[in-house]
């Protein structure tokens, strides 16, 4: 099966600095990818869809300037989280969706980054 | 807009016994897909089992399966033969078309040995 990454696993980081997570699929161009936000015990919650060339488009209520998504290739996605503070603290996750999969559209997960802003 | 419902926070079921999760969902589309994630406590997310709207038949992988009631609007998942690796959160989640995927609250999943 397809196989995406993700970088860091873990990281810690002080109030007020900015942190970049790294999304990559690892055997499969990935025209498309997805950044999720998970807190403790609860569902996944879609931040913004990135798409390869194009700005990223936000789900309602997620910070544009707060989450900066660049998707400069058709297998890496990065997401900065900017001027980061504790209520930031969370895990992110990433997906990317390969076209190969034809009108089904699977898309795959990365294993996750666990954010903590001190 | 879709919206997915998974109305059992937590389920438990003895090891080698089945257990059903429910799920519920909504959609004004034709064309969608329904899915069952799992994630474990090392928080990646692996699919489980996947059907397609149009297909009548319900999906099975092995020892799960689903019962996909389309005019009730019902996706549950049945896990036969329970193991103690089945112990995780079960999302499950609707894909309208090439759209994005919407996921239910969760339903943590313990196996008792």
């Known amino acids: 099966g397809a196989v995406v990454s993700q970088h860091p696993s873990r990281v810690i980081c002080k109030s007020g600095t900015s942190v970049k997570i790294e999304c990559r699929s690892l055997?499969?161009?990935?025209?498309?990818m997805f950044w999720y936000r998970q807190f403790p015990k609860q569902s996944l919650m879609l931040m913004a869809t990135?798409?390869?060339?194009?700005?990223?488009?936000?789900e309602q209520g997620v910070e544009k300037d707060k989450f900066l998504i660049n998707h400069a290739s058709l297998t890496l996605s990065t997401l900065t989280v900017t001027s980061a503070h504790p209520e930031d603290s969370s895990f992110y996750i990433c997906?990317?969706?390969?076209?190969?999969?034809?009108?089904?559209?699977?898309?795959?997960f990365g294993p996750g980054t666990r954010l903590t802003v001190l | 807009a879709q919206t997915v419902t998974q109305s059992q926070p937590e389920m438990s079921v003895q090891e080698a016994e089945t257990v059903t999760l429910s799920c519920t969902y909504d959609?004004?589309?034709?064309?969608?897909?329904l899915f069952w994630y799992k994630q474990p406590p090392s928080r990646q997310m692996i699919l489980v089992i996947r059907?397609?709207?149009?297909?009548?038949q319900n999906a099975t992988e092995n020892r799960f399966s689903v019962n996909f009631q389309k005019a009730a609007k019902s996706f549950s998942l049945k896990i036969s033969d329970s193991q103690l690796g089945d112990a995780a959160m079960y999302f499950c989640?609707?894909?309208?078309?090439?759209?994005?995927?919407?996921f239910g609250q969760g339903t943590r999943l313990t196996i008792n040995p």
């Open positions: 989640a609707s894909k309208e078309g090439a759209q994005k995927l919407v």
């Open positions: 997906s990317a969706r390969d076209p190969g999969q034809g009108r089904y559209n699977e898309q795959f």
């Open positions: 990135s798409n390869e060339g194009s700005k990223a488009t936000y």
């Open positions: 059907q397609e709207a149009y297909k009548q």
């Open positions: 959609t004004s589309e034709s064309d969608y897909y």
């Open positions: 055997d499969f161009q990935a025209t498309t």
